[in-house]
């Protein structure tokens, strides 16, 4: 599949939290979205947990991850986001896409909404 890009919003959730707006990776490859850790730690993401991640070059490492507010393609949902390194390629994963509806479409490398979202 070649490269997919959104541009996406993360807000803080917390009180007078800010945001963050960045084209992001599509990555239906990965199940967590992640972000530069210093850009969410400068609008206001705390961390909540860490867990084990692989990353792309099949190494393991455990990484913070915070609860955030995600815009893209006029949806809004919520859920984790990663701490990444600084200067992180930020990448959308299929957790947040799948919670509104959208799913890569790998013929045109294109993101396509789903007529209704399952609920079965």
Do not use: H, W
Not at 33 to 42: F, Q, T, V, Y
Not at 44 to 57: I, N, P, R, T, W
Not at 84 to 100: K, N, R
């Amino acid at each position: 599949m070649g490269l997919t890009k959104v541009t996406t919003k993360l807000t803080c959730l917390g009180d007078g939290g800010g945001s963050y707006e960045e084209v992001f990776l599509v990555d239906a490859g990965a199940t967590d979205s992640i972000a530069p850790g210093d850009e969410l730690r400068k609008i206001g993401v705390a961390e909540v947990g860490k867990m084990s991640y692989e990353l792309a070059d099949e190494t393991v490492r455990e990484l913070p991850y915070g609860l955030v507010q995600i815009e893209f393609m006029g949806e809004i949902t919520a859920g984790r986001v990663v701490f990444g390194d600084p200067g992180a390629e930020p990448i959308l994963g299929v957790t947040a896409l799948e919670s509104v509806g959208i799913i890569v479409d790998p013929t045109n490398k294109t993101l396509k909404r789903l007529p209704a979202i399952p609920l079965k």
